[in-house]
């Protein structure tokens, strides 16, 4: 960071994501890609990374950065691991085997930026601004239950940023129009509120 901006040191095309096969792991161990990768998360405590080598064949870091070595996504991604396993495979296994991976190549990553730039501290998401681009772009696809967790972790990086409180203030807005419940409704309206004062809520300072 160089005058309160950041200098970006590397860009990863979704495609490369681990996030992906993250999701994909979660998708075959039966669960709901994309909502319920914490279970994934609470399941590798139960198993062994028995897998991970093979999960390295399709995605890794390399030279700071993530490949998708695979050359697949979606769901020709799930039929490619699921082709893959072994016959009996574990779920537990399985998610033990995506988790350890997923921390070995961001600390991987993580520190070879490290050495590269010679600063302690590296943001991983690009920061705020990475943040709130995507929490307005599920917004406006009417995902507004992920938008406004989004936009909360942003408010919490930089409690007194404007530009997070004028996404929160129409990403709010936006989620509180389709509900049907007017607890709800005045729930999610209270916090657009608020933000357009700069507050947490009507009852907080800035």
């Known amino acids: 960071m160089d005058n309160g901006r950041f200098e970006d040191l590397n860009e990863l095309r979704s495609y490369h994501s681990i996030g992906n096969y993250y999701a994909y792991v ?3 161990c039966g669960f709901k890609a994309q909502k319920h990768e914490g279970k994934i998360t609470g399941l590798a405590a139960s ?3 028995k897998y991970e080598t093979l999960l390295r064949e399709f995605v890794d870091e390399e030279g700071g950065t993530l490949v998708n070595k695979g050359g697949v996504v979606f769901r020709e991604a799930i039929r490619a691991l699921e082709d ?9 296994d399985l998610a033990a085997s995506i988790q350890s991976l997923f921390e070995d190549v961001v600390r991987r990553v993580v520190g070879h930026w490290r050495e590269e730039s010679g600063q302690s501290s590296i943001a991983l998401a690009g920061g705020v601004r990475t943040v709130l681009e995507r929490a307005r772009s599920l917004s406006k696809e009417g995902r507004h239950a992920l938008a406004c967790h989004l936009v909360e972790a942003a408010r919490h990086a930089a409690p007194n940023d404007a530009s997070v409180h ?3 203030t129409s990403i709010y807005r936006a989620a509180s129009a389709p509900q049907t419940s007017s607890m709800a409704r005045n729930i999610l309206h209270h916090a ?5 004062k ?3 809520d009507l009852a907080s300072t800035p």
């Open 166 to 168: 004028e996404a929160r």
């Open 47 to 49: 198993g062994e990374p």
């Open 84 to 92: 893959r396993l072994p016959k009996g495979w574990e779920r537990e």
């Open 192 to 196: 657009a509120l608020a933000s357009e």
């Open 26 to 28: 979660t998708h075959i």
């Open 198 to 200: 700069g507050q947490r």
